[in-house]
């Protein structure tokens, strides 16, 4: 009954010892595969990666919806030609610390003077400016050929920095500048046949519903015209949209320094941090063999007790079992010396 018992605690004892190295081995692992220490007291503010914000440097140049995102100016090289026609759009968000001088910059960053050829003349199409919020919203027209060198401009004079936001596209409007001039070229030929009938009619019966038919077609040949007319704008004068924005000044005070005790403090500090983050890494990669190592020792430890127990007790019953002739060579246990 007793060996059926010692069976059942051993074989208990194995199983939690495996299982223990089980959960050992998986705590060790998870450990292995974390970051280093440093990543552990990251805050997660210096994810370049991460993507920064709408209004940021980098927000969203080069990433609009619709049309070819052209941040490098590669599509500003090359006019639009018969062939090809582009349409270009820039946004951009400027802030600065002088709202009166950079509107004054904007202002006289066109080619809209007198020694500007009349076809090549730059403008604005609409200019909203709140003195009071200090800030303002200029639609510009900018000659096509002259885009890119136009954002080189605001990029040198403002700085990275300041350039919050920059968006460039471009829009291939061929097929439906060709498709809207053969419609246009059609509608000419239908109005010239319609007074060719208009001619040819000799009732006023005969030439009402003639000319009805001739005001309909002239009022789409107009439309036509206004479309193509307004595209062909937009080919010629890319559109600039820039929104000016004041901010203050960043306050830099170079009289304050950091006191010797905050610096001595931080570097205490940060060797205490390391010899801990050392001391985590030492019990992560001792914790598998604790876990196996210690259950071990005590099943051994009790296994040897067991034994000698076992052996105490077998010597003593034969040291009892009297004087027949037989005489034990074993030490008297501490029982035999009382009584003798």
């Not at 010797?260 to 941090?273: C, D, T, Y």
Request: net charge negative; hydrophobic share 40%.
């Amino acid at each position: 009954m007793q060996t059926t018992k010692r069976k059942k605690r051993i074989l208990v004892t194995v199983l939690v010892v495996v299982l223990v190295a089980i959960l050992s081995i998986s705590v060790f692992a998870a450990c292995a595969g974390m970051d280093s220490p440093n990543d552990w007291f990251d805050d997660g503010g210096s994810n370049n990666n991460a993507s920064p914000p709408p209004d940021a440097p980098g927000g969203d140049a080069g990433n609009g919806s619709g049309g070819d995102s052209i941040i490098d100016g590669e599509f500003f090289n090359e006019p639009s030609s018969p062939t090809r026609l582009i349409v270009y759009t820039v946004t951009m968000t400027i802030h600065s610390y002088s709202f009166s001088d950079a509107l004054l910059f904007l202002r006289g960053s066109l080619n809209n003077d007198l020694s500007t050829a009349p076809a090549q003349r730059e403008w604005f199409d609409s200019q909203q400016i709140q003195y009071q919020e200090r800030v303002a919203v200029l639609v510009a027209r900018v000659h096509h050929t002259r885009v890119h060198a136009f954002v080189d401009i605001m990029i040198a004079e403002f700085g990275m920095n300041a350039i919050r936001h920059l968006n460039e596209q471009a829009q291939d409007v061929s097929l439906t500048h060709h498709d809207r001039a053969l419609r246009i070229a059609e509608q000419e030929r239908y109005l010239e046949w319609l007074h060719e009938e208009l001619e040819r009619a000799l009732s006023f019966t005969a030439r009402a519903p003639i000319q009805t038919r001739i005001n309909a077609a002239q009022l789409t040949l107009n439309q036509l015209i206004t479309a193509q007319n307004t595209v062909n704008q937009q080919i010629e004068f890319s559109t600039v949209t820039i929104t000016l924005r004041e901010t203050d000044p960043p306050i830099v005070d170079e009289d304050r320094e950091p006191s010797r005790v905050a610096v001595v403090f931080g570097n205490v500090w940060m060797v205490i941090s390391n010899i801990l983050i050392m001391f985590l890494y030492i019990i992560a990669a001792l914790l598998p063999f604790a876990a196996i190592g210690v259950p071990l020792f005590f099943l051994i430890r009790h296994l040897v007790r067991k034994r000698k127990a076992q052996r105490l007790a077998m010597v003593g019953g034969i040291g009892g079992m009297g004087g027949g002739g037989y005489q034990s060579n074993c030490p008297p246990t501490q029982g035999q010396q009382g009584n003798e």
